[in-house]
């Protein structure tokens, strides 16, 4: 079975504009949650899909959206991109969002604003 | 608000020896999940163990096992026999129980260097 995948794997982009980045998930699974990983704030939760809702939503700018589509593959777009948006952006799926079943990590997409 | 803590920042150990990656955590609530990952160089995160918050009984995977104290909110990892791939970040994470969600609040994470 094919792991999570995201892409592009590395992405380099300018102030002030826009980006998509895409994610997915293992086959089977329907939850789909995007972390953004920097060396000052360390990982944190950017949102979850489940079945095309959003679920959850962490303490980040509306600059950051995101959406997810009926095959469970789920985007994020930053607009108006920043230096400090600068990071590597995690994509994770599991088969449902509760109990403790697993999430299993894409390899990221490693995001560069100059 | 839920906060999990990671006071190593780096950590290191000699091939075959134990180490200890320690983690505190902060919660109101009674049910919940925590986890320990694992980030090597490559940076794909895997799952390395995990702990029902209402099972007394410490988890174990292999060579890894925890120590959960759920009165002193702690949940420390112990690696024996350590290994050269053992090298990598290690994470601890927390999760909610009382609702449907995957969201995971992490520590800051602690670099494990393992020695030959």
């Known amino acids: 079975k094919a792991g999570v995948t995201q892409t592009p794997r590395y992405l380099i982009k300018t102030r002030g504009q826009q980006v998509t980045l895409s994610c997915s998930p293992i086959s089977g699974h329907r939850s789909v949650s995007w972390y953004q990983q920097t060396p000052g704030q360390g990982l944190q939760f950017l949102f979850e899909?489940?079945?095309?809702?959003?679920?959850n939503k962490g303490n980040f700018p509306g600059r950051f959206s995101g959406r997810q589509f009926s095959n469970s593959r789920s985007e994020m777009n930053v607009s108006t991109l920043e230096l400090g948006d600068s990071a590597l952006y995690l994509c994770a799926s599991s088969l449902f969002a509760s109990g403790a079943n697993e999430q299993f990590f894409g390899p990221g997409t490693r995001l560069t604003v100059l | 608000a839920q906060t999990v803590t990671q006071s190593q920042p780096e950590m290191s150990v000699q091939e075959a020896e134990t180490v200890t990656l320690s983690c505190t955590y902060d919660t109101s609530e009674s049910d919940y999940y925590l986890f320990w990952y694992k980030q090597p160089p490559s940076r794909q995160m895997i799952l390395v163990i995990r702990?029902?918050?209402?099972?007394?009984q410490n988890a174990t995977e292999n060579r890894f096992s925890v120590n959960f104290q759920k009165a002193a909110k702690s949940f420390s990892l112990k690696i024996s026999d350590s290994q050269l791939g053992d090298a990598a970040m290690y994470f601890c994470a927390y999760r909610s129980a009382g609702s449907n969600t995957d969201k995971l609040i992490f520590g800051t994470g602690t670099r494990l260097q393992v020695f030959p």
């Open positions: 899909y489940f079945s095309e809702t959003q679920r």
């Open positions: 702990q029902e918050a209402y099972k007394q």
